[in-house]
């Protein structure tokens, strides 16, 4: 059956978004742009393939690098904590236990610092009766942590110590930047070491990969705190709720939170610049909006707005190297409330920070769903002795993204985009708010 759409006449009408959002072609869809229904490169001559633009895909391979009973494997999770991560651990190990038989496996605790024995972290021995449950937990059972990796050689070391044959890191940009390193080192050294990456990142920031486990628990948990501020603002004349969220260079979590509750006036992200002040800034358009609706509702990503607010001379970095960001949630609660002040108008403001809240709590059925196929996946990656690469998803496939790849720019929202657009759709706020 054709996959042809009927048109029922003509098309004259110039559409009302084109003057509203001032929009270009690339806001808008021609009928002649097509999807492919099958994606996957079937029956085609492979020399006719460019392979530089085609991702090979994840699975279990019919021969295998190593003996599976031999294997020593080993999982550490670092950074910041992240929805799934217990998953993950529960399905790396269920799969190379129960599938493979490859029985001896290790939990690195603390993050890199686990393989520092100077931090005192001796690393234990896991089995599925030790991770039978912890899915049911937020938080990683391992513990985890930032840095770690100022001495290589240490690390890789300990693991030359422990005989680890595969080791599966679990984490965002910062510690897949880690696992290269162990790749090439292992090299450099002829060891036989297989280095696998999970992607964790609440940010959905890695590239190449079309989302990264625990984006989608976060999200979902930061709607509880818009739901909150909706209701706060409804509750009261004239009052404003003003929720920041995480998201230090990405604002997916800003954007998908909004779209799902579509309640929000104003999202800020860091990827779309905004000024406060002006005909066109925020706050004109927040007093406009005040005085017709009675309330408001504001999200804004933490790296939003970071070039409005007066830095120190010392820039202030964490173990990972991130500059430590100022706290625009606050900058922006005094800056509104200033600025109705000057201007006499009464108006009460709601300030809800949830933080950590989003990323402390269990996966929801999605995340655990797609946690546990990272999982096996990865083990499926391991045992066939493929390394440096990390697990991927690609147009709803599993897919083998080389690290360096991943690690290669931070993804972020194309502020030129679709998605870009329907956010716009949901809030009514104007596409710039930047004064020309």
């Known amino acids: 059956m054709p996959l042809t759409i009927t048109q029922i006449g003509e098309r004259k009408i110039k559409s009302p978004l084109i003057d509203k959002f001032h929009l270009n072609d690339m806001n808008f869809v021609k009928d002649e742009k097509r999807m492919l229904y099958n994606v996957m490169l079937l029956n085609q001559d492979a020399s006719t393939i460019d392979s530089d633009l085609t991702f090979e895909l994840a699975g279990p391979r019919e021969t295998l690098h190593f003996e599976p009973e031999n294997v020593t494997s080993a999982i550490v999770t670092c950074g910041g904590l992240c929805p799934g991560l217990n998953d993950v651990i529960r399905s790396i190990v269920m799969e190379s236990y129960y599938r493979y038989g490859a029985k001896k496996i290790y939990g690195i605790r603390y993050g890199y610092n686990g393989l520092n024995p100077a931090k005192g972290y001796a690393p234990i021995e896991l ?144 990827e779309v610049p905004f000024e406060l002040d002006g005909e066109n800034g925020l706050l004109k358009h927040l007093e406009k909006r005040l ?57 009460s403001l709601k300030y809800i920070d949830p933080s950590y809240m989003i990323r402390s709590s269990p996966a929801v059925p999605n995340d655990s769903i797609y946690c546990a196929q990272l999982g096996q996946y990865a083990v499926h990656a391991g045992m066939a002795g493929k390394t440096d690469l990390v697990i991927g998803q690609w147009n709803n496939n599993y897919t083998h993204v080389p690290i360096e790849l991943a690690i290669s720019k931070q993804r972020k929202i194309n502020p030129n985009s679709r998605f870009w657009f329907t956010v716009l759709d949901a809030t009514g706020q104007p596409e710039q708010m930047v004064n020309s």
């Open 291 to 347: 005085l017709e609706r009675q309330h408001a509702v504001i999200v804004v990503a933490e790296g939003a707005g970071q070039n409005l607010i007066e830095q120190d001379s010392n820039v202030e970095k964490d173990a990972s190297g991130n500059v430590k960001l100022k706290d625009i949630g606050l900058f922006l609660k005094e800056r509104i409330e200033k600025y109705f002040k000057q201007k006499s108008i009464d108006m």
């Open 127 to 270: 089995t599925p009766d030790h991770v039978r449950d912890i899915h049911m937990n937020g938080g990683t059972m391992l513990g985890s942590s930032r840095g770690g990796t100022d001495n290589m050689n240490i690390l890789m070391d300990t693991l030359e110590k422990l005989k680890i044959n595969i080791l599966y890191t679990i984490g965002g940009d910062g510690t897949l930047k880690g696992a290269h390193e162990i790749a090439r080192l292992a090299k450099e050294r002829n060891l036989d070491l297989a280095v696998v990456g999970v992607p964790k990142t609440i940010d959905n920031d890695v590239s190449f990969i079309q989302r990264s486990f625990g984006f989608e628990t976060a999200f979902s948990q930061a709607v509880h705190a818009i739901v909150t501020a909706h209701v706060e603002a409804k509750g009261a004349p004239n009052c404003i709720g003003l929720v920041k969220l995480m998201g230090r260079h990405s604002g997916f979590i800003a954007a998908n939170a909004t779209l799902a509750m579509n309640d929000v006036n104003f999202v800020l992200v860091p």
